[in-house]
């Protein structure tokens, strides 16, 4: 009976210890999945403020980079899914995070439905996570 409670008082201790630091996400991972979920919904949205205010630039170049994704999306009606999201590492204020994403065209615009891989690189700056770089890994067109 000694050894059986012995076992059990282990058994739970696991289930305890690796339940708990599991389910544990760190407040950056937190912050880096809000950041992916702001982005893509303001694309979606065609809020390209919002849009452009999840990227690390210089407050001098804000405005121009909002007319330039004006002008270049709004005729598209894009669907974009995310498939995947994989926080890569983050080290102090830098991270990086891969995303899965399968883009399809709504409307009859000059666009090529597509899945597509991407490496972000990630900086927070006063606290708060921006993307800073993107590095397409791949494209597969499913049209």
Not at 16 to 27: L, M, N, P, T, Y
Not at 93 to 107: C, F, G, M, S, Y
Request: one cysteine or more; a negative charge; aromatic letters at 10%.
């Amino acid at each position: 009976m000694k050894k059986f409670i012995i076992i059990m008082i282990l058994l739970l201790s696991v289930v305890v210890f690796f339940g708990c630091s599991a389910d544990k996400e760190s407040e950056d991972d937190k912050a880096i999945k809000s950041l992916v979920d702001e982005q893509f919904r303001c694309f979606e949205e065609k809020d390209w403020e919002g849009y452009v205010k999840t990227i690390d630039l210089p407050d001098e170049e804000f405005e121009a980079n909002v007319e330039a994704a004006t002008a270049m999306f709004s005729q598209f009606d894009l669907e974009i899914t995310v498939e995947k999201m994989e926080i890569v590492k983050v080290e102090g204020d830098k991270a990086e995070v891969r995303i899965v994403q399968v883009t399809k065209n709504k409307n009859d615009a000059n666009f090529r439905d597509n899945k597509l891989t991407a490496l972000h690189k990630l900086v927070k700056k006063d606290g708060k996570w921006f993307f800073s770089e993107s590095e397409i890994e791949n494209t597969e067109y499913l049209d």
